[in-house]
């Protein structure tokens, strides 16, 4: 079983900044993808960021690209989004995801059966 919890959250100003922590515990294969997505009310859950937990290839999605940047520390048994330039539209629930093991990174969430709670993320104008 896996846990994962994550931090970080809160309300910043648009072209700020939030650093989100995710700390998983329990049975994690190093082959996993890690992964951060968002769900904004009223629409679908979205692709963030993944790396796989072994490896260093990072994987975005178009609207994060150049402003948010996903790492983790093993040794911490823990996965990070840097947030940059944040903007209004950024606003969601970010959750972190793990348990998908594949040759090629998913950005689906049906591919991920590990979540967390979610936290809150909330960019003002």
């Known amino acids: 079983q896996v846990q994962l919890v994550e931090s970080g959250g809160g309300l910043v100003q648009a072209g700020g900044s939030l650093r989100l922590s995710c700390v998983a515990s329990?049975?994690?294969?190093?082959?996993?993808?890690m992964a951060w997505f968002r769900q904004a009310p009223g629409k679908e859950r979205e692709f963030v960021a993944a790396i796989r937990r072994t490896g260093f290839a990072q994987h975005y999605g178009d609207s994060v690209k150049g402003r948010f940047t996903i790492t983790r520390d093993n040794a911490k048994s823990t996965l990070y989004l840097q947030m940059n330039m944040l903007k209004p539209e950024d606003t969601a629930t970010y959750y972190c995801?793990?348990?998908?093991?594949?040759?090629?990174?998913?950005?689906?969430?049906?591919?991920?059966?590990?979540w967390g709670q979610g936290v809150q993320v909330t960019v003002s104008s």
């Open positions: 329990g049975s994690i294969s190093g082959g996993y993808f």
């Open positions: 995801a793990t348990g998908l093991a594949a040759l090629e990174v998913g950005t689906r969430p049906s591919e991920y059966p590990y």
